[in-house]
Structures are given as C-alpha cells and as structure tokens.
C-alpha cells in the first residue's frame, strides 16, 4: 500500500539536547499507527515535527507524496498549508466559540458554502455523538464532552491525515476506554490515517493497526501489529514495556541451562547464540504454580491474596519471580500455598534475550519480578 | 512537485518583530537615547567635565537635594501611613473596615497637582481659609501652617501618595497563612512578639516595595511641586526642566541642563526598578499563599472607637475637606469672598463649559488625545506582548529589553525626549502640535498597556494556536478569529488603564502644549498660575466628576467581568 507518512533520516536537536537522530518511518494509507513510548521520549516532537509546528535540523518528512519538510531544500510548509486534523491532550477548544463554531471553523476557513458547513458540522457532530448540544459553550461541557469537540473539529474537513497528542490521558478511566473503541470505530468508518501518540500501552494495543516502540533517548526499538509487538518482543525494553516483566538470569553451561545458581536444568524451548549469560522474560500470567509435575522446583516467598487473583513471589535457585492465578481456579486446584512451601513452576511462553541486553534496560528503566 | 519553499527570512514573524521593535524604538528609545546623547556630548565629543559642571551649578545641585528630601520625607510618612492603616483594616476589629478600605483607596483617582491646589486655598500663608480664620478669630500674627513649604509639599504627596504602600501590604496582610502566627501564638509568644518577629518580616517586602514605587513616583513627581513649591522658589528635577525650557523657549543650555537632570531621573528610576525586582525576588517566601484566609483579628478594646474617630477624621480631612473646597471655589464669583449663598452660583461651570473656549478646547483635547493614545497603545500593546510572550523568533530578547525601558521612563524624562526628537531636527516638526502630545502619552503609557496585555496573553494556552493552524488558519487568520477574542478583556484594561489617567494628566503635556492644544490638566494649572483660581476650580470639579465616574463604572464594568 502506499504510505502515507514518510519520515526519512530526520533529526531535530534543542541545543545540545538530542530529541531524534537520523530517525526514520513510515506509515501506510487508512493506518491507524500509535507511537508508544515512555514520557520525555520525543514521540511528542515527532508529531510536531509531522504537523510542522517544529522543523527538523536534517532529513525529510513527506504527507501524501507531498515534501513538506526539506530542511536541504529549504522547504518546511506551515501547519495551516499540511491538511491535518489534530487532537491536543488538553483539547484546545476555542472558550470562546460555540461547540458549532468550534468544529465549522475548519470548513470556514476552506470556504465552504453556508448549506454546506452546516450539513457536514451537524453530521460531524452526530457522528462523535454531540447532536443537540451545538450551541453550548465550552465551559458548559465536561472533559470528554470537550474531547469529543476537538474530535469532530479535527475531522470535519476529511483530512489526509488525523494526529493524537494523548488525547485520552485527562479522563477518567471509564470515559477512556469507552473513546478509545470510539476513535477505532471513527477510523475505520471515514478510512482516515490516524496517528497516535501515547505512553498508555492498553490504549495502543487496543487501537493500533500498528504500532512503534520509541525508548527514552528516541529511537525506534521495534515496528509491527500488537500481536508482534506483544508476542515477539526484539529487546526486553519493548517487552518490559508492554507490561509486567519477569527476567529469570539463566546460565549456559554446554548444552544446558540453568536458573540462577542452582543445577535445575530448563527443560522448555532454548535459544540460538553461544552467549554464555542469559534471561528468560515471561509475563506473571505465563508461569504455572503447582505443588509437583514438570518443572523448576521453588519455594514461596510471599503469598498474596488479591481478590480476583492471588500473587506469589516464588525463590527458584536465588533468583525470583512473580506468578499469578486466579483465586477461584486456585481453590478449585488446590493451588493456594502459604508463605515457606515448596512448589513447582511450569512456563507457557519464555522469552529469551541475552543478558547483556538486559542491563542497557535496567540502566534506564524496569520493573523487575520482585516488589 | 508542489512543494513550496518557505520564505525563510521574511515571514509574518519577522514583520510583527519588525514593526514592535519599530515603535519602541521610535517611541521610547529614541527619545531617551537622545537626553543621553546630549547630556553626554558637547560639539560631537563625550565630556563628562561639563555634566559635573552643570550639576554642580547651585540651581541643578537645589533641584537635585530637593527631589531627594522630597522623595525621602514621602516615601517614609506614606509607608508609615499606609502599613498603619493597612494593618488596621486587615487585622483589627476596627469599624467599617471594608467602606474605611474603600475610601483609603480614592486618594489613587485624585489627580495630586488638583489636591495640591485645594491645599494651597486652605493654608497659602495669607489667603488660606485655614489660617485666615485662625488669624481673624483667634488673633494669630501668622499663619497656622504655611503650605509653600517641603513640610507643605511633602505632607500632601504623603496624602496621594500612602496608597501604594497600602495596596501592597494589605494584600500581602490578607494572604498570609493565619497558622504562621498561631504557631508563634502556641509557643508562647505574645502579641507584640508575633508582631514583631513574624508579621512585619513576612509583609516587609511589600511595604519596602511599595515604598520604592512611591520613591520613584515622589523624585519624578511634578503637579505637587510646581504648585506648592515655585512660590517659595522650591524646585525638584522636574519643576526645573519645566522651568527651563519653559522660559528660554528651548536655548540649547536650558536643553543641556534638562537632559542632564533627565539622565539622573532615568537613572534613579532603573536603580530603584532594580532594587525592586530584587526584594521582591528575595523576599516572596513561600508563606504568603495565593488562598485567601481568615487573618487572626486583634481585639482594639478601649481603642477602637478613638482609633476609628481617628480615621474618620483622616478620611474627612485629606480627601473630603479639599474635594468640597475645589467645588466650593468653583462656584464663587470671585476669589476670596466669603462661602454665602449669595457669592455662589454654578455660573463658572456653566462659563467652562460652555462659553470659555480655553476650557472647552481643553476638554476636547484631552478627551481625543486620551481615546486616540488609548487606542493605539491598545494595539500596539498588544502586538508587542504578543511577541514577547507567545512568538518564538530570533531577536526577541532586543524586544525585551525594549519592553522593559517604558517602566523606568518618568512623565517629564518622556516631554523633553520627545521634544529633541520630534522638533523638526531629525526632518519631523511635530513642536506645538497635538501629535507630539499624543506620541508623548504613547510612550508614557506603553508599560500600562504591556502589563495587562502580557497578563492577558499568558492566560491563552499555546495549543488553542496550534489548534487553529491545523485546522487551516495562517498566521494572521489565527490572530484575528483566536487570539484577539481571547485577550479582549486585557486589551480593555489596557484601554481604560490609559484613558483614565490621560484625562488628568499634567506632567507631559505641560511641556508640550501650546496655546491651541492645552488639555485639562494644563488649562486648569495654567489657569491657576494666571490668578482665575475660580475658572480653575471648576474645572478641576469637572475633572474630578469625570474621573471619579470613569472610574467607577470601569470597576463596575470591568469588575464584574473578572468575577465570571
């Protein structure tokens, strides 16, 4: 399919501070893409860059085969000349405008004839669910009434292409999700491409057709749908990030591995590679606890009773883990252990990584299994 | 391809930077650069011999001690006044409070110089109703009070004044957090302690810095000074430049002196700007919080009703007693006869309005001047805030500094710049006409249109800006449908802010006017120098109607508006 947006090689800098080097992407027409990343990671900047609020010190950014920034070129086109819609995490609806006159002021800046802005308004309006309060001031509305505004504004005039700046981040977490299946809904109605900034991970993977984890010091660590992105993780930072992260030290010794320093040997799935020092990532949901069967042999540490689920902090030759079961399948099982007792725990799904590629991570930012 | 290439250097940026670093040049800079210029320089050479000369020279030397007793004497009585009375009205049981506050404040819509003159009819050594009737009933040889004096002088800038001080420590008395005292209370301090050693170094920064905006009102201050002071041959700075260039008709040694009584005003004032900045940097704790509290009350006992009497008595005597003789003297058929039905009338008022074309002239004049600066210093205002607070673009910190320099330029600093820039000299002849006027009160009021433009600016959230380019709107389309709707109430202030006060204002325009173009406060001095103290009188009544009501129905207006 043809792309949409195509960022090649571009870098921005704020004086000695480096947001982006040499960053490239791009994205496919009717994509719905996020950009996940940890605050103070650039993906902001980068939509900046993109809505052309910042220019770019080196590269090229083009929407719709259009060049729209060419820093060797001397070309770097104004907001106003990009035909975007925009979503801001504050919503930045006008206060002194009306909820009708907030989302006609795009079509009145195209010149739209009077039947016609006010047919398209009002069908916006209803589309993001809004019919009947066009006369209303912004300070009559709720946040999300207001989210929704910005919304209907940012689509009225059929943009190219729609950009989010975190647009969900002030609501409540009820609102939240009910928009987020909105804006999916919205997206794949009008067949737009959307561009979506957040750090929230549930969001991205709920919405996203795509999506590229960005790490602190504003690189792309890996591109790809949620599956890929959840299921095959590249590093353990796109793993760690993508939820609760458990990293098992493994050692290779021949052909065998073992955990921490004990002499259990790992029955399941092993690497390729002839790195000595491993880590074997799982999330708390992948690891089984049992009283015996196959397995690594541990004792529970801390037993924790959580409601709906019951948590363990499991000892399994000196290095820790956490692993969860859902209290009702616990009881049914006899799966409730007290603090002291020994246990087996079976895997689903280990992710292996070298384990020098975990200390980089660690050095910025993890949870690790133990709290 | 339809790419387009950016015009790099001369977008719409660089043209609003452009025409705001323009006219505070034009408007500001210039004038001032030019006092120093020919403060500094003799036939085209730096000479600092001749400063100190013209310094030294026993009338400049006079001025300059004078400004400074003057400036002294005020700024310690009215901080005296203004901390005692703002204490009494935040933190006692005093009656009335809210109404004594009210009235504390009105002596800030008085025009001074209208004060100083209704002083002068009270207590002139001879004339004064004060000391006549002291020496007619009680057989007084002389005069009870003589007003021509720097008692005189400094006592009724202190009654203009006190306002300053007041509004700053009172504010800063009603935000600080009552628990800091109750602590102190807790640990066994008394009353006085408390008073002592918490709440005076808490409110000090407000008082010092109210003390210094009255310092730097006091040593630039004419109207007080030119009516009380010349009798007697008292003169300040500014009454010295008036006199000068008054009387040589502009000889260019009058100019020299000027300019170098004007470089020290200006420098005074950026020190005293300074210090300001500083104690109000250093000293904003974090104790005086931006809630509003109830402050512990101090219970007057046996003191409140003579405590009370006593600001009734102030109140009576400072602000009503001089107002009535103004309308009262506005009404007689000649000065000096008696207050009986029969000498008056409202003939002088009618006369002012009506028939006297001086007046009427006057009254045009100040009221077109005043809408005509208000308008453009809106504008301009605006644009240069807008620059300041909200553009990124390079050269934005010459505008800064240029921002800056309208605070630190007093009234008559401002006339005599203008007048060496704009007395055809540089190819424009404005001297003698309503246009150099008008572009002096630009200048003058230029920092009153910043404030409360920035302010209002730095309310509008960058993204409601970036929201309108997305959706399309250039520049120019953002500004008009976004920006200015959002900033309109500032842009208001702004106006009224510079409206009001160009009605009454004295010491610019009495160094510009001429026989056609005299405003209100020029016709009513002059007026008064020229012995039609009656004419004069009732045009001060006028004035003071006009203002007083300007004044209330902007609060009303505009007060009502912020509460929204």
């Known amino acids: 399919m043809e792309d949409l947006i195509r960022i090649e090689g571009v870098s921005k800098s704020y004086g000695a501070h480096r947001v982006h080097g040499n960053l ?62 925009m979503v801001f995490q504050d919503y930045a609806v006008w206060p002194h405008m009306t909820v009708f006159d907030n989302v006609a002021y795009p079509l009145k800046l195209a010149k739209k004839d009077r039947k016609e802005v006010s047919e398209r308004v009002m069908e916006t309006i209803a589309m993001v669910g809004m019919s009947g309060l066009e006369k209303r001031l912004p300070s009559e509305l709720s946040g999300g009434q207001q989210q929704r505004v910005a919304l209907a504004r ?37 067949d737009a491409t959307v561009l979506y900034v957040t750090h929230d991970q549930e ?169 | ?55 030294s020279e026993p009338d400049t030397w006079q001025a300059l001690m004078n400004s400074l007793i003057i400036a002294a004497g005020t700024t310690v009585g009215s901080t005296i006044v203004g901390t005692f009375f703002a204490w009494l009205v935040t933190r006692t049981d005093l009656p009335y409070k809210g109404f004594m506050k009210g009235m504390f404040l009105v002596p800030f819509m008085l025009p001074s110089f209208i004060g100083a003159m209704a002083w002068k009819m009270l207590l002139s050594p001879r004339a004064g109703f004060i000391n006549k009737f002291f020496m007619t009933y009680f057989g007084l040889s002389g005069p009870v009070f003589n007003i021509y004096s720097y008692a005189g002088i400094i006592l009724v800038e202190i009654m203009y004044l006190f306002p300053f001080v007041f509004i700053q420590v009172c504010g800063a008395l009603e935000r600080m957090d009552p628990t800091l005292e109750e602590s102190a209370r807790i640990s066994g301090a008394g009353l006085f302690t408390i008073t002592r050693k ?23 201050h004419f109207g007080t000074v030119a009516v009380l002071g010349i009798e007697n041959g008292i003169f300040n700075i500014p009454t010295l430049i008036y006199q000068r260039i008054h009387q040589s008709a502009g000889s260019f040694s009058s100019i020299r002196t000027g300019t170098v009584l004007a470089t020290i005003l200006v420098l005074t004032a950026a020190f005293i700007l300074w210090l300001q900045g500083k104690i109000l940097s250093r000293g904003h704790y974090q104790i005086i919080a931006g809630k509003s509290f109830r402050p512990m009350e101090l219970k007057l006992r046996t003191l409140r009703m003579p405590l009370f009497i006593f600001c009734i008595a102030y109140i009576g ?12 003297v506005g009404g007689l058929k000649t000065y000096g006869l008696p207050f009986t039905w029969e000498n008056l009338s409202l003939e002088n008022y009618k006369f002012i309005l009506f028939k006297y074309k001086v007046t009427r002239d006057a009254i045009w004049n100040s009221v077109t001047l005043g809408l005509s600066a208000a308008v453009i210093t809106m504008f301009a205002g605006v644009m240069i805030s807008y620059v300041i607070v909200k553009m990124k673009v390079r050269g934005k910190g010459i505008l800064e500094f240029l ?23 540089y190819g424009v002849n404005l001297y003698n006409t309503v246009w150099i006027i008008l572009v002096a009160y630009i200048a003058r009021y230029m920092a009153f249109s910043l404030r409360a433009n920035s302010a209002a600016l730095e309310q509008v959230h960058d993204s409601l800006m970036e929201a309108a380019r997305v959706c399309g709107a250039s520049m120019w389309q953002t500004l008009k449908d976004i920006v200015l709707p959002l900033v309109r109430p500032g842009m208001l202030a702004s106006f009224f802010l510079i409206f009001l006060p160009s009605l009454r204002e004295l010491t610019v325009s009495i160094m510009l006017y001429a026989p056609t173009t005299r405003t209100i406060g020029v016709a009513i001095y002059t007026l008064n120098e020229d012995g039609e103290t009656v004419v004069s009188a009732a045009l001060a009544g006028i004035a003071l109607i006009i203002i007083v009501t300007g004044q209330l129905l902007v609060e009303r207006f505009l007060g009502k508006k912020a509460h929204r």
Not at chain 1, 169 to 183: G, K, Q
Not at chain 1, 283 to 294: C, E, F, K, L, V
Not at chain 2, 317 to 328: A, C, D, E, K
């Open chain 1, 24 to 85: 490239t992407l791009s994205i496919p027409k009717g994509e719905c893409f996020t950009l996940l990343g940890p605050s103070g990671c650039g993906k902001t900047v980068l939509l900046r860059l993109i809505a052309g609020f910042e220019a770019p010190d080196a590269g090229k950014i083009s929407i719709d085969g259009v060049v729209v920034s060419d820093p060797a070129a001397g070309v770097n086109i104004s907001p106003d000349g990009r035909n975007l819609g």
């Open chain 1, 154 to 190: 940012a689509l009225v005039a059929k943009p190219s292409l729609l950009l989010l700046d975190e647009p969900l981040t002030n609501l409540d977490a009820n609102l939240r999700e009910e928009m987020r299946f909105e804006i999916k809904e919205l997206q794949r109605k009008l």
């Open chain 1, 203 to 371: 969001v991205a993977l709920a919405l996203s057709d795509r999506l590229a984890i960005m790490d602190e010091s504003g690189r792309i660590r890996q591109t790809g749908s949620p599956w890929e992105i959840f299921e095959r993780p590249v590093d353990p930072f796109v793993f760690n990030f993508m939820g609760i992260a458990n990293f098992l030290s493994v050692r290779r010794e021949g052909e065998e591995y073992f955990v921490g320093n004990g002499t259990q040997p790992m029955p399941w799935e092993k690497p390729t590679g002839d790195c000595k020092e491993w880590v074997a990532a799982f999330r708390p949901s992948d690891a089984r606890i049992a009283h015996d069967g196959a397995g690594l042999r541990g004792v529970v540490r801390r037993a924790s009773f959580l409601g709906a689920m019951m948590d363990y902090l499991v000892d399994v030759d000196g290095a820790a883990l956490r692993t969860s079961v859902e209290t009702h399948e616990a009881i049914a099982n006899g799966l409730m252990f007290n603090d002291g007792e020994n246990c087996v725990v079976d895997f689903h799904n280990l992710h292996w990584f070298e384990a020098e590629s975990l200390r980089e991570v660690m050095g910025t930012s993890v949870r690790e299994g133990k709290s």
């Open chain 2, 1 to 55: 391809m339809n790419t387009v290439v950016q015009k790099s250097r001369f977008g719409v940026a660089q043209i609003i930077l452009f025409l705001s670093i323009s006219i505070l040049v034009v408007v500001v800079a210039v004038p001032v650069l030019l006092i120093l210029f020919n403060a500094f320089w003799v036939n085209g050479k730096f000479n600092l011999n001749d400063v100190i000369r013209i310094i």
């Open chain 2, 198 to 220: 918490i709440t005076i170094p808490l409110v000090l920064p407000s008082i010092l810095s109210g003390a210094l905006l009255i310092m730097l009102y006091s040593m630039a």
């Open chain 2, 317 to 328: 005597f400072t602000i009503v007693l001089p107002t009535v003789v103004i309308f009262l």
């Open chain 2, 403 to 425: 921002g800056m320099l309208p605070f630190s330029v007093p009234g008559s600093v401002i006339a005599l710049g203008v007048i060496l820039a704009w007395s055809g000299k």
